[in-house]
Nanobody, 123 residues
Framework: QVQLVESGGGLVQPGGSLRLSCVASGFTLDYYAIGWFRQAPGKEREGVSCISRSDGITNYVDSVKGRFTISRDNAKNTVYLQMNSLKPEDTAVYYC????????????????WGQGTQVTVSS
């Protein structure tokens, strides 16, 4: 019944931008912190950015600091990931997940996962 659906991925040139959306249903989004994760072929899934339940505290992996911005609109049950200055290294399937806390932005904190959306950065 709890569902998370990601959208907004696609093909973009290096230096371009995308905004990913994660829409929740079956629960009130503000019950949970939310994380964005990504997994490239042959690599482990890693935490990209996490946001706290309601006070706006955020965490980012070092490789995306200054380029990505996470935000949430609890009234719309939606979390966003604005991605600017994209690099080929950002290519991956991006997932959102509910989390127990935004303090530790890793997969061990995740409970419910979305299906993922593909982001490809290439010229």
């Amino acid at each position: 019944q709890v569902q998370l659906v990601e959208s907004g991925g696609g093909l973009v040139q290096p230096g371009g931008s995308l905004r990913l959306s994660c829409v929740a249903s079956g629960f009130t989004l503000d019950y949970y912190a939310i994380g964005w994760f990504r997994q490239a072929p042959g690599k482990e899934r890693e935490g990209v950015s996490c946001i706290s339940r309601s006070d706006g505290i955020t965490n980012y992996v070092d490789s995306v600091k200054g380029r990505f911005t996470i935000s949430r609109d609890n009234a719309k049950n939606t979390v966003y990931l604005q991605m600017n200055s994209l690099k080929p290294e950002d290519t991956a399937v991006y997932y959102c997940a509910t989390m127990a806390s935004a303090t530790y932005c890793n997969t061990r904190q995740a409970l419910y996962w979305g299906q993922g959306t593909q982001v490809t950065v290439s010229s």
